[in-house]
């Protein structure tokens, strides 16, 4: 197998389970972009979550995370206050309509996921996890 067959296979699958997580969240009636779901999610996973903490765990540069943030603010998503332990930083928190919002995307989610999954058994869908996370260490080192 070439470099050029994974990195398009890899390529191919991230824009195919996007793209099929967009419809999935429209047609359940959530409007969030699945980008929007993953910052959310990670946001409201941390404790005391800072926009510089952000930019470390999705490894995106400060520029992304500040059109992100101000996008999820717009939107009534997420809550900025001041950070009592350093004030020249903000604390981010999820708002309770971007929580709720949230667990509206479990479904869609879940229905990706079988439908990626079909006629894959769970041996190959475990061999898969640990590979996919072994490529995912390796571009993070």
């Known amino acids: 197998m070439s470099d050029i067959q994974v ?3 890899a390529s191919d699958l991230l824009h195919a ?3 099929a997580l967009q419809d999935e969240l429209s047609n359940a009636g959530v409007s969030l972009t699945p980008t929007e779901v993953k910052v959310l999610r990670v946001i409201e996973r941390q404790d005391s979550c800072t926009p510089l903490r952000l930019t470390r765990v999705l490894n995106r540069d400060k520029a992304q995370i500040t059109r992100m943030l101000a996008t999820l603010e717009k939107k009534q998503l997420i809550e900025r206050k001041q950070n009592p332990e350093d004030k020249r930083s903000q604390l981010i928190e999820v708002t309770d309509y971007g ?3 949230i667990k509206e995307s479990k479904r869609p989610e879940a ?3 079988e439908r990626m999954a079909t006629g ?3 041996a190959d869908l475990t061999q898969c996890l640990d590979t996919l996370n072994k490529l995912s ?4 080192q």
């Open 7 to 9: 990195v398009s296979a």
């Open 17 to 19: 389970f996007k793209s």
């Open 99 to 101: 929580s709720q919002l």
């Open 111 to 113: 229905n990706i996921t």
């Open 120 to 122: 894959v058994n769970a």
């Open 137 to 140: 260490r390796n571009l993070s």
